[in-house]
């Protein structure tokens, strides 16, 4: 056969089965960390984070070669969109409505504090810029889906992605440890225990995993605030992208002339308020909205995985300990607002 009309082209088949062997690979892991989360430790960290330090851990003792990382990117990018958009059919948008304006007030509050004090952190701490802003956006908001979901805002390199989920899922992970030990002395109720760890933690999986000590009254509470962050995730991208996108034209002295064009709108985020829509209108049964979800949390995971793929150790050592330093700090205080909140609103 002649390879040059394209008939049969064993370089090119090769890239597909590399590709293709990629994207298995952070399947695998997206399945390997599934099953950990069962675990009674392990369910602690849930899923995501599983997946992100599996990913870790196999680049940094198997080794990744080139040849498959477009696979990995593959599903750090493209497949985690899709994840995020049919994670929307977990919130239930009545639900929020429902919490009343207190719980909404304390979501905004917390998402703005976090953002400038973590932020502020990683200018002081000298970190780079983009890296900053991921590591507080997912402090603020939602853990290693809101970096993700950022940092096509601030066109974030790979690298500072991967780093920047990494922080906010080892420290969220970490806190989640600390506030299932606190809980008997904090003397909150379940009510209140469950709002404190819903406005403060940073993946859903740490809020049902912290709040579950407080009962099912506590999880209930927890997950609706904590979906109320989640939901303010779509107009924080767009302000994030408007920032982004005016820095970047100042740096260009001012050539380009603004627009909406311009402007890197997160369609996939919108896609997930969308799903949230649909869902809060009862359209979808819930069994099918549980399936739904679940493989919203496999593509995810899956994502995490790439990231974890893509995370050198010693970049994470020269890049990301400052950044994790500003992340704890922030974490710590935001802990405090949050418990303080609690009682300054009367829900303790």
């Known amino acids: 056969m002649d390879q040059s009309q394209g008939y049969y082209n064993p370089y090119k088949l090769k890239t597909y089965l590399n590709f293709a062997f990629g994207i298995g690979l952070t399947l695998i892991i997206a399945f390997i960390a599934k099953y950990l989360s069962f675990l009674p430790f392990l369910s602690i960290m849930g899923q995501l984070v599983i997946a992100i330090l599996i990913g870790i851990a196999w680049r940094a003792t198997v080794g990744v070669p080139d040849t498959i990382i477009a696979g990995a990117n593959f599903s750090s990018k493209k497949l985690l969109r899709f994840g995020i958009i049919l994670l929307g059919m977990r919130l239930n948008l009545m639900d929020i409505v429902n919490a009343g304006p207190k719980v909404f007030i304390i979501a905004v509050i917390v998402i703005i504090f976090t953002l400038a004090v973590v932020y502020g952190l990683t200018r002081l701490f000298k970190v780079d810029q983009r890296l900053g802003i991921l590591t507080a956006c997912g402090t603020a908001i939602c853990g290693a889906a809101a970096v993700v979901a950022i940092a096509p805002q601030i066109k974030a390199k790979d690298d500072e992605t991967a780093i920047g989920a990494a922080i906010v899922a080892i420290l969220g992970t970490?806190?989640?440890?600390?506030?299932?030990?606190?809980?008997?002395?904090?003397?909150?109720?379940?009510?209140?225990?469950?709002?404190?760890?819903?406005?403060?933690?940073?993946?859903?999986?740490?809020?049902?995993?912290?709040?579950?000590?407080?009962?099912?009254?506590?999880?209930?509470?927890?997950?609706?605030?904590?979906?109320?962050?989640?939901?303010?995730?779509?107009?924080?991208?767009?302000?994030?992208?408007?920032?982004?996108?005016?820095?970047?034209?100042?740096?260009?002295?001012?050539?380009?002339?603004?627009?909406?064009?311009?402007?890197?709108?997160?369609?996939?985020?919108?896609?997930?308020?969308l799903v949230s829509g649909v869902n809060s209108l009862g359209i979808v049964s819930a069994e099918l909205a549980s399936d739904i979800v679940f493989i919203a949390y496999m593509l995810i995971a899956m994502a995490m995985a790439g990231l974890g793929l893509n995370v050198d150790l010693v970049d994470f050592k020269r890049l990301g300990m400052k950044s994790f330093a500003a992340g704890l700090i922030g974490s710590v205080l935001l802990s405090v607002l949050g418990f303080m909140l609690v009682y300054l609103f009367g829900l303790a």
């Open 174 to 273: 970490i806190f989640t440890l600390v506030y299932t030990f606190l809980y008997p002395i904090l003397g909150l109720s379940p009510i209140g225990y469950g709002l404190f760890s819903g406005a403060t933690l940073h993946e859903i999986a740490h809020v049902i995993a912290a709040a579950d000590a407080g009962g099912s009254d506590a999880v209930d509470m927890a997950v609706i605030i904590k979906l109320t962050r989640v939901s303010l995730l779509v107009p924080v991208a767009i302000l994030i992208g408007i920032w982004s996108n005016r820095a970047l034209r100042k740096q260009q002295g001012g050539q380009s002339k603004a627009s909406w064009k311009s402007i890197p709108i997160p369609w996939f985020i919108l896609g997930f308020l």
